[in-house]
């Protein structure tokens, strides 16, 4: 591509470059996220920008110690830099997910006083069970409304406001329990959006996916909501991330829209696949970068395909 001609998917920001680094620390981080996490900081570089580190450590169920401690070394062992994050602060901290409650809880009541979210009492198999034939593959079953208010004004509950927790969580005893907030999308409106990589996509709300949860049973803010939140507070202008949240982009410009914030750029990246052509997961031991740098394996040579070459596309 000529630099001196922008491609279709060439964005122009007038805000300064911001972009994000966001693993989960659930397990050990594997060549996968080391692929997703480079093209981030490649295209930071490129654009003079700033990258900042976000632990998206919000499920402490899930999130162990040993893992955030892990994170911190392999990401700085294959050579990520960044300039804000838990370690390091930055203008616009915390950047642990799971000292962020105040603003989840914050929007979440935003979207409420709104009526654009509503409570639902469903388990995921009552979803599962309310669907004729719920689709093989998909990110999560289209949820079939059985919660869903006819009208969004006719549900307002004021007696369950929720209080900020010290780790983040609504206070539960003020709330029933197993109850999920639901989005409710715009049925049949496109949702369309260019993405850096992947050219122009759209997906119909309602139809290409459904009401989706903001906040859950458990007292915590839901990927969705949390991820919009803090890509808005944080300033990010160019979410790098994984291929598999391409339908995830287009409910989070609802919520964007919705809480009336400036919704980034995305550049979505092919997923990294092992030898039978699955997806790498957070168990595939053998390549997680711990295990790779065991192996006395360099980052250079695992990263000397990966190079960036422009703002607009990736070369092989
Ligand atoms: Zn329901």
């Not at 780790?167 to 999920?180: A, E, T, W």
């Given at each position: 591509?000529?630099a001196?001609?922008p491609s279709?998917?060439?964005?122009h920001?007038s805000?300064?470059?911001r972009?994000?680094?966001?693993?989960?620390?659930?397990?050990?981080l594997?060549l996968?996220?080391?692929?997703?996490?480079?093209?981030?900081q490649?295209r930071?570089l490129?654009?003079?920008?700033?990258?900042?580190l976000r632990?998206?450590?919000?499920d402490?169920?899930r999130?162990?110690?040993?893992?955030?401690?892990?994170m911190?070394e392999?990401?700085r062992?294959f050579?990520?830099?960044w300039?804000?994050g838990?370690d390091?602060?930055g203008?616009?901290?915390?950047y642990?997910?799971?000292k962020r409650?105040?603003?989840?809880i914050?929007a979440?009541e935003k979207l409420?006083?709104s009526?654009?979210?509503?409570?639902?009492?469903?388990?995921r198999l009552?979803?599962l069970?309310?669907?004729q034939a719920?689709?093989v593959?998909?990110d999560?079953?289209?949820?079939?409304?059985t919660?869903r208010?006819a009208?969004s004004?006719d549900?307002?509950?004021q007696?369950?406001?929720l209080?900020?927790?010290q780790d983040?969580?609504?206070?539960?005893?003020?709330?029933?329990?197993?109850?999920?907030?639901?989005?409710?999308v715009?049925?049949g409106?496109?949702?369309?959006?260019?993405d850096?990589s992947?050219?122009?996509q759209?997906?119909i709300a309602?139809r290409?996916?459904?009401d989706?949860?903001?906040w859950?049973?458990?007292?915590?803010?839901?990927y969705?909501?949390?991820?919009?939140?803090d890509?808005?507070a944080m300033q990010?202008?160019?979410v790098?991330r994984?291929?598999?949240?391409?339908?995830?982009?287009?409910?989070?410009?609802?919520v964007?829209?919705?809480?009336?914030?400036?919704?980034?750029?995305?550049?979505?990246?092919?997923?990294?696949?092992?030898e039978?052509?699955?997806?790498?997961a957070?168990?595939?031991?053998s390549?997680?970068?711990?295990a790779?740098?065991?192996?006395?394996?360099?980052?250079?040579?695992?990263r000397k395909?990966?190079?960036?070459?422009d703002s607009?596309?990736?070369?092989?």
């Amino acid at each position: 591509m000529n630099a001196a001609e922008p491609s279709r998917f060439t964005f122009h920001v007038s805000r300064p470059y911001r972009g994000r680094l966001a693993p989960s620390p659930t397990g050990l981080l594997h060549l996968g996220h080391a692929r997703t996490f480079w093209t981030a900081q490649q295209r930071a570089l490129s654009c003079g920008g700033t990258l900042i580190l976000r632990n998206e450590d919000l499920d402490q169920a899930r999130c162990k110690t040993q893992f955030v401690s892990a994170m911190f070394e392999d990401l700085r062992w294959f050579g990520f830099q960044w300039k804000e994050g838990p370690d390091c602060g930055g203008p616009f901290g915390p950047y642990c997910q799971s000292k962020r409650g105040e603003f989840y809880i914050a929007a979440f009541e935003k979207l409420r006083a709104s009526g654009a979210v509503y409570p639902c009492t469903c388990s995921r198999l009552d979803v599962l069970r309310a669907l004729q034939a719920p689709h093989v593959g998909e990110d999560e079953p289209i949820y079939p409304g059985t919660c869903r208010p006819a009208v969004s004004s006719d549900f307002n509950v004021q007696s369950s406001k929720l209080e900020p927790a010290q780790d983040g969580r609504r206070d539960r005893n003020k709330l029933s329990p197993r109850i999920n907030w639901r989005f409710r999308v715009p049925d049949g409106e496109p949702i369309s959006f260019g993405d850096g990589s992947y050219g122009p996509q759209e997906f119909i709300a309602g139809r290409g996916f459904g009401d989706f949860i903001v906040w859950r049973h458990d007292g915590l803010p839901s990927y969705q909501l949390a991820v919009v939140v803090d890509d808005a507070a944080m300033q990010i202008t160019e979410v790098v991330r994984g291929q598999d949240l391409l339908k995830s982009t287009a409910r989070q410009i609802l919520v964007y829209r919705a809480l009336g914030l400036t919704r980034p750029n995305f550049y979505h990246c092919p997923l990294v696949t092992d030898e039978s052509g699955q997806r790498l997961a957070k168990r595939s031991d053998s390549l997680s970068l711990r295990a790779l740098r065991a192996k006395g394996i360099e980052p250079e040579i695992l990263r000397k395909s990966w190079n960036v070459v422009d703002s607009g596309s990736a070369l092989q």
